[in-house]
Each structure stands twice: as structure tokens, then as C-alpha cells.
């Protein structure tokens, strides 16, 4: 055990050595990985933060459902139940012709002439149901069901969808939607690129080390051994890039928010964006020293395989 762990650290000291030594030809390498990090950590913040915009817009959003006047009690209640079925409703509300009224009225407590208008008249809104969906990229299901004959016997008028929140829903899910595209392509172009510029540093620093390489092999090291140092060489490339990458993001939200005096920055909720950061940087921060190790190990890998001509056994 004692053999194993000096070995080791070995390894690990020799690995930190040669990056120093090889400071300069890591400087490429670092600055790819860092751009691709930091694309990896902006399309996750940006990501939660459209999906918390868009949560809270489904939380103000019903369907209301306009009812006849001489509907009975049992066909209401058995309408109530049927809504209760779907899979996508959170909850439904009934509101009678009185209830329907006073809420016109406290929406409309600005405008006293809308008030006035429709008190000087018998009330003529209809009982309604207010149906809030779970998830409005699925609220085709409830579409259907009031459409059907039956339901749509049961109405008075169309249902409301509430089209002009429906449309900033639509809005904020098309810019998430086009968001992760092209961050998944740029992850992959960058990431590619990025172990590319490894791969060559790595296969100059064995160039350069050949002939310390092939002193080690006729004094017996083991594979291991000599490739290790590349590999923690590399991971050491990784977890600075990370590092760079999470001070860049943070350094990117503070100058927005304090520089532009603004809370938002178009769809994006720059005061959330703040919040989930710091709320999640210990999980973000080893996500990124995840990604990062792993892309300067494998690349190091393939390329001390590939050069060195080490066996896989």
C-alpha cells in the first residue's frame, strides 16, 4: 500500500512538474477549454432560468371554460369530474355567476365605467371553470376534450387560452428550445477542437521527453507510470479552465447587472440567473472540474496510446 501511494505521488509531482515546464504550449489548450466550459456552465444557468420563467408564467394562466346558464348540478359536477381526469390539469376551480362577477369587478376596480355598465344590467357572465395546466406544451389534450360534441354542448362560448401569455410562453420555450441546440453544437465543436490542441501538446511533450521515455522503459517502469504524469498534465489543464470558466460567467452576470442596472437582459432573468449560480456554484463548479478532467484525461489518453504504442492489456 505504502509502494502504491509513493508511486503515486510520483506521478502526481512529475504531472505538475511538466506542466510547468510546458506552460507555453498549455496556454492554447487552456483558452479552447475554457470557451467550451463556459458554454457548458452558460447554457446551464440559462437553461433553469427560462424554465423558471416559464413556470412562473404557467402559474398565472388558466383555460376558462364559459358555461351555460341552465346547466343542472349533475351535469356540472360530472363535467368537474371529467376535468379532474386529464393528465395534464393541476387544478380546476368553478366559479357561479356571482363569483364570476365580483372577480370582473376586482379586475376592473380601475376602470369605474366598466363597473357601472355592467351593474346597470342583469349579470350576464356565465358560470366558468378555471383550469390551470401542469405543462401549456402539452395543452393540446385539454384542447380536445372541450372540443368534443358533448363538452362543447355543456358551453356557452369558446374557451379562453389566454392568448397573449400563451404567445410569451411560446416565446421563452422556442429560445430555450434554440438555445440548447446550438449550445449542444458548440459544446461539441469546441470540445472536439479542444481535445484536438490536447492531443497535439501532448504528443510535442512526449516528442520532447523521448528520450527520458525511453530511459524509463529500460529501467522498467510500468505503463502506468509513464503515462501518468500526461494524464495528470492534462486534468491539470481542466481544472484551471474550470476555474477561468466559473469566474468568467460570474464576472459576466455581475457587470450585467451592475453595469446595465437591470434585472433582466431580454428573456433572460439576470437577478435569477444571480441567484441560481450562487445558489448551485459548489454543484456547477464540480460539473465543470467533471468535464474538464475528463477531457484533458481521455484526450491525454488516446494520444500516450497512440505515440507512446503502449499496450491496453
Not at 446551464?44 to 412562473?56: C, D, K, Y
Request: aromatic residues 8%; charged residues 10%; positive net charge.
Amino acid at each position: 500500500m505504502r509502494r502504491k501511494i509513493r508511486t503515486f505521488w510520483r506521478i502526481l509531482h512529475t504531472g505538475i512538474v511538466n506542466f510547468m515546464r510546458n506552460i507555453s504550449l498549455a496556454v492554447a489548450a487552456i483558452a479552447v477549454m475554457v470557451v467550451t466550459l463556459t458554454i457548458v456552465l452558460f447554457s446551464v444557468i440559462t437553461n433553469a432560468t427560462f424554465a423558471n420563467t416559464l413556470s412562473q408564467i404557467t402559474n398565472k394562466i388558466n383555460v376558462s371554460v364559459f358555461l351555460k346558464n341552465d346547466l343542472s348540478t349533475t351535469q356540472t359536477n360530472q363535467l368537474l369530474s371529467q376535468l379532474k381526469t386529464l393528465p395534464n390539469v393541476t387544478s380546476i376551480q368553478y366559479l357561479n355567476q356571482n363569483q364570476v362577477l365580483q372577480q370582473y369587478e376586482a379586475q376592473n376596480a380601475g376602470n369605474q365605467q366598466l363597473v357601472t355598465a355592467i351593474g346597470e344590467t342583469s349579470n350576464p357572465l356565465p358560470p366558468t371553470i378555471l383550469i390551470k395546466p401542469n405543462n401549456l406544451n402539452n395543452i393540446n389534450n385539454i384542447k380536445k376534450f372541450l372540443v368534443e360534441p358533448s363538452i362543447a354542448n355543456l358551453q356557452s362560448a369558446p374557451p379562453s387560452y389566454s392568448g397573449s401569455e400563451e404567445t410569451a410562453i411560446n416565446r421563452i420555450t422556442h429560445a430555450t428550445d434554440v438555445l440548447r441546440e446550438v449550445g449542444v453544437v458548440s459544446i461539441i465543436v469546441f470540445a472536439v477542437i479542444c481535445a484536438l490542441i490536447i492531443f497535439n501538446t501532448i504528443q510535442m511533450a512526449i516528442f520532447n521527453r523521448r528520450d527520458e521515455i525511453q530511459i524509463m522503459r529500460l529501467l522498467g517502469a510500468s505503463t502506468s507510470y509513464i503515462r501518468g504524469p500526461f494524464i495528470v498534465e492534462s486534468a491539470i489543464y481542466g481544472i484551471l479552465s474550470a476555474v477561468l470558466s466559473v469566474v468568467i460567467i460570474n464576472g459576466i452576470f455581475v457587470t450585467t447587472s451592475n453595469a446595465l442596472q437591470a434585472s433582466a437582459l431580454g428573456l433572460l432573468n439576470i437577478g435569477y440567473a444571480n441567484s441560481y449560480f450562487d445558489n448551485h456554484f459548489l454543484i456547477l463548479l464540480a460539473l465543470q472540474l467533471l468535464i474538464g478532467i475528463l477531457i484533458g484525461a481521455v484526450s491525454s489518453l488516446i494520444a500516450t496510446r497512440r505515440y507512446l504504442k503502449f499496450k491496453t492489456k
